[in-house]
């Protein structure tokens, strides 16, 4: 378990943190534990908008910040990874929908957990994280179910066993999963703070049946398959409609597995949908809207009631839990994070860090579209050294935005310039602005292109 200790004064920091104390204010009557708990996340986590006219298909219409920000700015603890293999070995890629709708903060897999894995480093007393990969068989040159090993071994490149809480962390020295959450139940959240719970969303035939093989009871798996009645090995659910579900979502509770809903889907914002996720109970619940003014959808925002990034189960929380028991202390103020996504050409690049003071102006704030987003931002290296992202936008005639965004990483052989051409811009974090999408070439070497995605997120 991760765990530190740490003195604390008055704490204004650049990077949003966590007080990492022994335990956090608030303590239960007994121990809270995993399923005890209801959390907000992220669908499709990874992904920058695509551009117009891409952008007017409703389900398509949303943005998000890189990962870590959203842990740090939208108190998401749980994401969305959609995972494929282009080739028969080497890496997996990010992305929604190859050709149409690929634009991602993380274009790599392992890209993706280590900016995970770097947040989590930084803030070691963060309740657990829920990681949801959903292999796409369907649309990848090569199945991913077929390269489930190769998966595994790509999550523990990044993941230390320290960081990670593994089927066999669970089943602990009974002979299924069913036996352990029967008798001992889920971890306590105390006891497996700061790691990552990843789930794969993948329904009952041969890309589970794969997984299984050769992996009885899930020895040696790195991720729980999404659940299925009556299975030895069940422990987290998928369903995605808390509406029609909501029954059986509460009964799926009730017995002690853990559950992902979603608050929202195909675009559309749905009160009902939202509270009857919130009601059922699922442990998880997802949404494309975690921060006001996402996707031109004014002031709206998926949040857990009370502002916390997690709060104590309404089905089967332990008497005396309070959101403070699992997680407290979420930012501080006064803080600016840029981010930045490339792929394409060959690479995969992406870097974030806290600026402080501020120096990049996002224009109108609060839920209206920013007139101009200027600036230049120093970040480190993602080799050692500096990384520089000079951002130079204005929105014309009321009608699109246009200008420019260099990167410039020499460590990491990055000098890319992207010209800027889109009808919006989407609102992200208490106030702060996103894109992504837009073409880039290189400034220097060998010709190469691709797109980029940036994000700007200020907590004032």
Known sequence: MKRVVRATAACVAAWAML?????????ADEPVRLNQVQAMGTHNSYRFESPWPISLIPPLNYSH???DLQFDFEGARKVEIDVYSDHASGPFSVKHIPGIDQHSSCAELTACLSLMKSWSDAHPAHAPIFVHIEPKDDLSPVK???RYDDLDAAIRSVM???DLITPDDVRGSHATVADALATDGWPAVDDVRGRFLFYLDVGPGPRTDRYLDGHPELE????FPAGQDGASWAAVFVENDPVAGFDRIQSLVAAGYIVRTRADADGTIDPVEAQAALDSGAQIVSTDFPSPGHADRGSYAFT???????RCNPLVAPPGCTSEAIESGLWSAHTQKVGVGLSGGHLSYSNSADVAPWTITVGTPGTEPARQVNGTATMPGTNGGDATITIAISRVLGLFYVGSVSVSDPGAGIDVRASVFTARLSRTGVDGVQAGGFPWFSTSGPFKSGTLGFSVTTNP
Do not use: F
């Open 19 to 27: 007080l990492v104390v022994p335990a956090p204010a608030g303590h």
């Open 65 to 67: 910040a890189p990962l």
């Open 304 to 310: 857990i009631p009370g502002g916390t990034p997690e």
């Open 160 to 162: 230390g066993p320290g």
């Open 144 to 146: 991913v179910s077929t």
């Open 220 to 223: 040696g798996r790195a991720a």
